[in-house]
């Protein structure tokens, strides 16, 4: 044993003898800031308390007494309310500089510098924070600040077990939130949906942190180091695609963190010093959070993410909560509560009765929306604290159109909220009869209307929709879902999956859209995890074609899948012709390769691309006798056309697909394919938007990939609009925009009895 876990097993025992003890709470933490104070040679010692809302001073040594219960501040107040409210330490020389230091002069504390404080965390949430000051101006040194994390966790226990803290706040919930409470968030994926609140992982709190048989609890945590190590050891030998690739690297580096002697040691050295195995895991967490924070260097910071995301495992494991709420199954309508999630994660639930998913963190692009946008579950991103306010078995109402969740509503809130949801439903329904009606205009033009997907259960919606086909299979899902890079194999099992559910349709397959903004753990660029424009950065097929093996085994696996039959293949983010060269040659490569080893190649193979970088539309003369068929990729294109970001909610008046200018760009493009005789269509939500749509057909558009939701209206909006009338009108407002050209579209389309929503 060390002599720094000697000292601080001392100060635990201490402690222990305290908590132990039948003195009154108050008289407990009195002792404590003794404790602490003399151990740390620290004038002052103080702990404050969450009462009301407010944090007060339980117990000091070194301040006024006077000031005991009298001194109270706000979370987010002064240099304690700010380590209540971040849930971090702070370590401050001189307290003074500090820009949130708040001096309250009843505590007689103008003559101390330095400063240290630590959270006591419960559920979660700081419910307090200890603190030390002392008169000479010094960093507390990292074993000073251990003690006091451990002391946290100690005092912690105590409130558990004493009424010093409101029961609300033990709790980490408001009780004043008993009623009906609307909470804003960001909206991932849109729809309606209500359900009853579960959490996706049981929070693990630390209950005990004293250990009462030191040699068992190290027998605790090296079982758990064990079952851990197996579990990343099975994942890392997955890795694929031969070796010497960068995910190879990616998963060593994890494995690497997983078997580090230093990790398990210091969690050795903090049960030493007299912690559960729980309790010392938390601690040497703790530790590893504050140093994340100090980092600067993006990759380092990373690779504390990494042994962050560890150590959660090891907690979960040794306090055996492995499981989530989908290991345990869904038993109703259900709206998942988390902070964050991953795509496999959220596959991992019952979609019959998984209803929507509100995120206390979550981005637009995460691969999780993604992936529940394809599955047609509503999310909510972006709202902190969500845990806080809901409990388990909480009804939520989810609104992803206003971006808002109910929790807990009045009766009048649901009886609105159900008339709401029963036209939507009511509105599905009559869309659904569609299903085997033709796409054809008031004039008698066929529009092609196909789905997109990406998911082997997304293929079930072309018949459902009676949808022609699938424009866009993004073949990035099964990357996004999967913990290691997908086996050709794999993939190859796929696809053939995807074309023989398809029956005879089309299907177009997308070659891997990966980087920028949609990073795989286990595949990553360390310049390209640095691109300040990600969307624009080392992505989709400029990434496949410098990862060559790649984009071999994927063009081998699309091959064999199509054996017999028609492949359709599209490559992403072309910018230039010789692009588009290098990835059919890649194709052609394989082919041959295949046609060597006697294997059954397609009958046909369609080349394609996405025309979502402007530059191309420069080149058209030359890329149109090379193609079998353009798809407009309208996401990318309006930003890239804008120069604004969509996820940008400060753009979003300027991300608008009825701009003059994405219209204009849009129908030269269809008119240089027509010319050309190759087949043009949009895949992307511009098309899947029922005014978007209009407007769309009026500039020469016949084919369109939607979401499978949107089949059934845009089906209904082409068999009641006249194709030469809405033609004759886009031309005109090309030729003169109107001020306010989404206004004229929605004026033309009730003039003429469309239903734009």
């Not at 030493?272 to 010392?280: H, I, N």
């Not at 946008?373 to 845990?387: D, H, K, N, Q, S």
Request: with cysteine; hydrophobic share 45%.
């Amino acid at each position: 044993m060390t002599s720094a876990a000697t000292a601080a097993r001392n100060i635990l025992t201490r402690l222990h003898e305290v908590m132990a003890s039948r003195l009154p709470a108050q008289a407990k933490l009195n002792q404590v800031v003794e404790i602490i104070g003399n151990s740390l040679h620290s004038e002052v010692c103080s702990i404050y308390l969450l009462r009301e809302g407010m944090l007060e001073l339980f117990a000091t040594r070194g301040l006024n007494q006077s000031a005991v219960h009298v001194t109270r501040m706000a979370v987010g107040e002064g240099l304690t309310g700010t380590i209540a409210e971040n849930i971090e330490t702070l370590n401050l020389a001189e307290a003074t500089a500090h820009p949130d230091f708040s001096y309250r002069p009843e505590t007689g504390e103008d003559k101390f510098h330095s400063f240290a404080g630590v959270p006591i965390v419960r559920h979660e949430r700081a419910v307090g924070v200890l603190c030390v000051q002392h008169v000479d101006p010094r960093r507390y040194e990292d074993i000073e600040i251990e003690a006091l994390q451990t002391t946290a966790m100690v005092l912690s226990e105590l409130i558990a077990n004493a009424d010093l803290v409101d029961e609300e706040e033990l709790l980490g919930s408001d009780a004043s939130r008993s009623g009906s409470e609307i909470v804003r968030g960001l909206s991932l994926v849109k729809g309606l949906a209500s359900g009853t609140a579960v959490f996706h992982q049981p929070r693990v709190t630390v209950e005990h942190v004293v250990a009462e048989d030191t040699e068992a609890e190290r027998q605790r945590v090296y079982l758990a180091f064990d079952k851990m190590r197996d579990q990343i050891d099975r994942m890392t030998s997955q890795a694929e695609f031969g070796v010497g690739g960068e995910h190879e690297e990616v998963l060593e580096t994890y494995k690497m963190f997983a078997y580090d002697e230093g990790w398990a040691r210091r969690i050795n050295e903090a049960i030493d010093s007299g912690l559960t195995a729980e309790a010392a895991i938390e601690r040497v967490q703790q530790r590893t959070r504050m140093r994340m924070r100090e980092i600067d260097d993006p990759l380092l910071a990373e690779r504390m993410h990494d042994l962050e995301d560890l150590s959660n495992r090891l907690l979960r494991i040794v306090s055996g909560q492995l499981g989530t709420a989908a290991a345990k199954g869904l038993r109703g309508d259900t709206i998942l509560v988390a902070r964050n999630l991953g795509p496999a994660e959220l596959l991992e639930y019952d979609k019959r009765r998984l209803k929507g998913v509100v995120l206390e963190e979550g981005s637009l692009t995460s691969h999780v929306v993604i992936v529940a946008r394809a599955m047609g579950v509503p999310v909510l991103g972006r709202m902190p604290g969500l845990r806080r306010m809901v409990q388990e078995g909480d009804q939520l109402l989810l609104d992803g159109d206003l971006g808002t969740v109910t929790i807990r509503p009045a009766p009048s809130l649901v009886q609105a909220f159900d008339a709401r949801f029963t036209k939507s439903k009511e509105r599905q329904a009559a869309y659904a009869k569609l299903r085997d009606v033709q796409p054809v205009s008031l004039d008698g033009t066929r529009i092609t209307v196909m789905i997109n997907a990406g998911l082997r259960d997304d293929t079930p919606m072309l018949n459902m929709t009676g949808a022609d086909g699938i424009g866009l299979f993004r073949t990035e899902f099964q990357f996004l879902v999967s913990a290691t890079l997908p086996q050709r194999d794999r993939q190859m099992r796929l696809y053939r999956d995807v074309l023989d559910a398809a029956g005879g349709k089309p299907v177009i397959f997308r070659t891997v859209d990966i980087g920028g903004d949609k990073a795989l753990p286990y595949l990553r660029d360390g310049d390209a995890e640095n691109d300040e424009n990600p969307a624009m950065g080392w992505r989709a097929l400029r990434l496949a074609l410098e990862r060559e093996g790649l984009l071999k085994a994927q063009a081998r696996a699309l091959l064999e899948a199509a054996a017999g039959r028609t492949l359709n293949v599209m490559f992403p983010l072309v910018s230039e012709p010789w692009e588009f060269d290098a990835a059919r040659a890649v194709f052609e490569a394989q082919c041959k390769f295949l046609k060597q080893h006697k294997k059954t190649l397609p009958e046909a193979i369609n080349y394609g691309v996405m025309l979502e970088v402007p530059a191309l539309a420069e080149m058209l003369d030359v890329m149109l006798p090379k193609l079998s068929f353009i798809s407009i990729g309208t996401n990318d294109l309006t930003q890239f056309l804008f120069a604004a970001d969509r996820a940008n909610p400060k753009l979003a008046e300027r991300y608008d697909w009825l701009n003059p200018s994405i219209l204009r760009f849009t129908r030269r493009v269809v008119a240089a394919a027509d010319a050309a005789g190759v087949p043009v269509g949009v895949c992307g939500e511009m098309g899947g938007r029922r005014l978007e749509a209009l407007a769309l057909l009026g500039i020469g558009i016949k084919r369109l990939s939607i979401t499978p939701a949107a089949v059934g209206p845009i089906k209904e909006l082409v068999c009641k609009t006249n194709l030469a009338e809405i033609k004759e009108a886009m031309d005109g407002w090309l030729a003169h925009p109107p001020v306010d050209l989404r206004a004229e579209v929605q004026q033309w389309a009730l003039d003429h009895g469309l239903d734009s929503d």
